[in-house]
């Protein structure tokens, strides 16, 4: 599929624009899921004059992350590209990745005078004493071997290992024997390619210990991964786009797609406004909401709602801008009454002036689920939205 869509577009000037409302997708609370509840007169008016249904992140009863959530919005088969957990973690704490590197996730451990780990995560150190830390090893560890060394502090004992340099592997194994009582383990190259970053990991373990006392007297390190190398959504798709997002991971998973990311401010007023200055630049627009997951995750269900609420209240300044394409969905569902992701199929309402008017009534799960979209995929809709821009020739003769 994806090489065959690759051969079929072709660049025009419609707009397209995905607005994504993170963990979007609930589940019923005394009956209503949040949708449900929410006054939402302009998305249901949408819903009404369009069409809508319901589509599968990963597949039917996978819980995914916002990773592989993001890449099948982009048009990317999470089955088939994974990010891994180190680069992950890079981009959440707000590097920029590059083909060079190999990102891992860092822990500070504590050690006893006999090697022994005996607490894996240095008791939970303050994210500011973190902070000292990650600052001192940078200043003193720049380059091991011609290999770049970057370490940015996360929360807490957590913290972000950059290796970049020619060369490097993700072939290797993790430091982190992953319990207590247990001495950390060696690096070592699961292929032979992967020797030089498996020494350059241990140099760097070895030389961090030099500059650490207890408690967090020592590095472990897991989630070794390389730069997934996307073909661009440029190539692929003949877009040219970009992302309006506030929080660093969602910036950095458009940008491995190869999206600009365009500077705004924290609040949805000012994304908005983003969206307005840039408008006649661009495309292709990934619109990312982000506090709708956050509030999900926190259980408030309430405040959940009135986020929905303002988000539509907010919609005609958006649709102002006249898209010719707009679909607004989720990157996978974060029902408040779980207080987690979901396995949920996310609701979506697709607006074009060449779809079929559904019956839907309203953009809520239970409507979305009777919606002319049926049930699909959500890798599924980028090609959807190619296709109604127009921007997809004919398959065959
Ligand atoms: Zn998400």
Sequence with gaps: ???????????????????????????????????????????????????????????????????????????????????????LEALGVGLEVTPKDVAVRGNFATIDDNGIIIDRRAGRISTDLNRQLCTRIQQEIKTIDGVEIIVKPGKEHRFVLILRGDKLSDKVTETDPQKEGNPPLRCEPLVPEATHTAEVVNKFVDATRKLLNPPANFVLLRGFAKHPQLKSMRERFKLTPAGIATYPMYKGLARLVGMDILETGPELEDEIETLRKNWDNYDFFYFHIKRTDSLGEDGNWEAKVELIEKIDKLLPDILDLHPDVLVITGDHSTPAILKAHSWHPVPVLFVSPYVIPDKSEAFNERECMHGGLGRIRLLDLLPLMLAHGLKLKKYGA
Excluded: C, W
Aim: cysteine-free.
């Design 1 to 87: 599929m994806e090489t065959v869509l690759d051969k079929l577009t072709q660049k025009n000037d419609k707009k397209l624009l995905l607005l994504v409302i993170d963990g979007i997708g609930g589940a019923p609370y005394r009956g209503k899921t949040e949708l449900e509840a929410a006054y939402t007169p302009n998305m249901d008016r949408l819903a009404k004059s369009y069409i809508t249904g319901v589509a599968d992140p990963v597949a039917p009863g996978i819980t995914p992350g916002s990773g592989p959530g993001h890449l099948a919005l982009f048009g990317y088969d999470p089955l088939r590209y994974e990010i891994g957990r180190g680069i």
